[in-house]
């Protein structure tokens, strides 16, 4: 009798990079397309979501503003900010539509890169693996969408009204390049977006043994002291901000000690399960 090949035949190192090459180019492809529906909608992308947090009436200024006038202040209450935006080479404008369009291509289609990773992956992974993972393409994308929102409707517009409003000497007006205002925004944005995937970096590390509850509770204290140099890197150097930007984190933090028990328990069970058998 002849023996039936195995439909899943083991793959090469080279198979493996011309797999990897087809998931790059997708998700490239993914990214282009979306920047440049990004690209046309100029007006969009630059006046209302780039430029809001430079403006007095962007939401998260008018809930400051009501908040803080409850406690009888009138923090984050003004008419207009103090500075200008302007570009100052030939190329600055064109140049600046060019990689906002590529980087909220990356963004939008965070989710489909993600896809594509996971099918690259999933492969590798036995069946009990793919299962308990299965919802790890939806999670990953909210967790990441939610660290979007908070760096633009919190972060960005706190360091935008500190920096902005700072000055050593009234002879000083600040004229800031459209290429560092643009940075700021796009920093604070990815950055809240990556830092909002501590979960999922945590729920990896465990699943291959590099972390355990006893670990990240042992060095806890430890993780205050560097989710406070992390806060005040990304925000403004005053202390409400950073308490702002800091307890999100911290939440994250114990979210993920609880998701690394919630492993190393799962993998206990199919130890004695396997010991059982």
Known sequence: MKKIASPEKEMSFLDHLEELRWHLLRSTMAVVLVGILAFIFKSFIFDTLIFGPSKP????????????????????????????????????QFSAHMWTSIYAGIIIAFPYILYELWKFISPGLKEKERKSSRGFIVIASILFFIGVLFGYYIITPLSINFLGNYQVSDRVFNDFDLDSYISLVRTSVLASGIVFELPIIMYILTKIGLVTPEILRKYRKFALVIVLVLSAVITPPDIVSQIIVAIPILILYEVSIYISKIVVRNQERELKKMKNA
């Open 57 to 92: 009436s962007f939401f998260t200024y008018r809930i400051f503003c009501d908040f803080s006038q409850k406690l009888g202040m009138d923090a984050f209450c003004f008419d207009e900010m103090p500075f200008r935006i302007q570009s100052r080479t030939m190329a600055g």
